[in-house]
């Protein structure tokens, strides 16, 4: 079974611009969920997706924003990127039908603003 | 709020023992983790802990919970220099909901020397 894949791995933008980064679920995943991990912060969440419904969110500003596809994929959108956006952001998802709440990650867009 | 509180660094040689610590604050939590990341990788789910239980042995792996004290421990016995890496420990707590998102600590960076 192939794990959570996330697209692009590495990416440069510049302060202002805006960058979309992609999550595809192990399948028969339903739940997705975007982590952004700092040195300064450590792991911190920003948003859980359900069949297409967002049911957490994390403290982050409205600039965040996700959405996840009827076949579970799942994007998260930043918008005026500013360079403490940079970040490795982690996409993790779930068998919904396990209570247990355990995430399986994928290996993270590292996303640097200049 | 939720806060997990973990050492930053251990060193240890290799064939000895390694134990890292993890405090958390919510009593309500569910499941507890833990979490191992190498270079440049996304998180791995090592082992998991349901709240109700005080032991779990798996391999070279021995998880103890002492809910009373809110402290959580991984034992990782016969260290190699392959189990360098950062440990997270993580809560989920759950409210209503079937998953709810983990908390994560800052991560406890595991150095093995030969």
């Known amino acids: 079974k192939a794990g959570v894949t996330q697209t692009p791995r590495y990416l440069i933008k510049t302060r202002g611009q805006q960058v979309t980064l992609s999550c595809s679920p192990i399948s028969g995943h339903r739940s997705v969920s975007w982590y952004q991990q700092t040195p300064g912060q450590g792991l911190q969440f920003l948003f859980e997706y359900f069949s297409e419904t967002q049911r957490n969110k994390g403290n982050f500003p409205g600039r965040f924003s996700g959405r996840q596809f009827s076949n579970s994929r799942s994007e998260m959108n930043v918008s005026t990127l500013e360079l403490g956006d940079s970040a490795l952001y982690l996409c993790?998802?779930?068998?919904?039908?396990?209570?247990?709440?355990?995430?399986?990650f994928g290996e993270g867009s590292r996303l640097t603003v200049l | 709020g939720e806060d997990v509180e973990q050492s930053l660094f251990l060193s240890v040689r290799e064939g000895d023992s390694s134990v890292i610590n993890c405090t958390y604050t919510?009593?309500?939590?569910?499941?507890l983790y833990w979490y191992k990341q190498e270079p440049g990788a996304g998180l791995q789910l090592l082992t998991y802990i349901f709240s109700n239980m005080d032991m779990k042995q798996d391999q070279r792996l021995t998880v103890l919970l002492n809910k009373k004290d809110k402290h959580l421990s991984l034992r990782i016995a016969d260290t190699q220099t392959g189990d360098s890496a950062i440990y997270f420990c993580?809560?989920?707590?759950?409210?209503?909901?079937?998953?709810?998102?983990?908390?994560f600590g800052r991560g406890t960076q595991l150095t093995v020397w030969p």
């Open positions: 993580a809560e989920s707590v759950n409210r209503g909901s079937t998953l709810g998102r983990l908390y």
């Open positions: 919510d009593s309500s939590s569910t499941y």
């Open positions: 993790a998802s779930s068998p919904a039908a396990l209570n247990t709440g355990e995430l399986f």
